[in-house]
T-cell receptor, first 110, second 112 residues
Framework: SQQGEEDPQALSIQEGENATMNCSYKTSINNLQWYRQNSGRGLVHLILIRSNEREKHSGRLRVTLDTSKKSSSLLITASRAADTASYFC??????????FGAGTRLFVKA | DAGVTQSPTHLIKTRGQQVTLRCSPISGHKSVSWYQQVLGQGPQFIFQYYEKEERGRGNFPDRFSARQFPNYSSELNVNALLLGDSALYLCAGEDIRTDTQYFGPGTRLTVL
């Protein structure tokens, strides 16, 4: 089965600071997606990066993918209190999907 | 366009009972996946259906079953409920053109 982990498990920063979280995986992927979850609600899709891409931006989000290291990073710049949530990465293989680990819990202090 | 809908929002059952959860994906999305998320943990994959066929199954017992209907909506059934089945059950429809999954708000199941 697919495996991977996000780290750190928890991150606490001040508003305005940048937040970086990482995702690792063990098997090949077609793409990797990042999702946000607020307080036990449904997951919201943030950004998708394909295996032939190295970096992608969306607003204050920057995602990098290093297929040689089988890892991805999500950077949230100029964080806001509203960014407080759990963040998960999901590996796209073209087949069924799994979401790895317990995610990164981000807390942004106002 | 309406998002992914799930019903019911909350559900309380007792051990040994059976439950059916429902999901409707975004119009045009033919793939539906189900996930279980226990409090404090990440979602765990249960099933994926595409065009009414089971495409994948996670590491869950046979008490869990699902089906997809011609309109691409889906049901997840859980028999002989255990306390450990208490969780948030998430449904996601997939846009196969972009490989993006769109999640519903979830059904919170409590087993007493």
């Amino acid at each position: 089965s697919q495996q991977g982990e996000e780290d750190p498990q928890a991150l606490s920063i001040q508003e305005g600071e940048n937040a970086t979280m990482n995702c690792s995986y063990k098997t090949s992927i077609n793409n990797l997606q990042w999702y946000r979850q607020n307080s036990g609600r449904g997951l919201v899709h943030l950004i998708l990066i394909r295996s032939n891409e190295r970096e992608k931006h969306s607003g204050r989000l920057r995602v990098t993918l290093d297929t040689s290291k089988k890892s991805s990073s999500l950077l949230i710049t100029a964080s806001r209190a509203a960014d407080t949530a759990s963040y998960f990465c999901l590996k796209g293989t073209g087949g069924f999907k799994t979401i790895f680990g317990a995610g990164t819990r981000l807390f942004v202090k106002a | 366009d309406a998002g992914v809908t799930q019903s019911p929002t909350h559900l309380i059952k007792t051990r040994g009972q059976q439950v059916t959860l429902r999901c409707s994906p975004i119009s045009g999305h033919k793939s539906v996946s189900w996930y279980q998320q226990v409090l404090g943990q990440g979602p765990q994959f249960i099933f994926q259906y595409y065009e009414k066929e089971e495409r994948g199954r996670g590491n869950f017992p046979d008490r869990f079953s699902a089906r997809q209907f011609p309109n691409y909506s889906s049901e997840l059934n859980v028999n002989a409920l255990l306390l450990g089945d208490s969780a948030l059950y998430l449904c996601a429809g997939e846009d196969i053109r972009t490989d993006t999954q769109y999640f519903g708000p979830g059904t919170r199941l409590t087993v007493l």
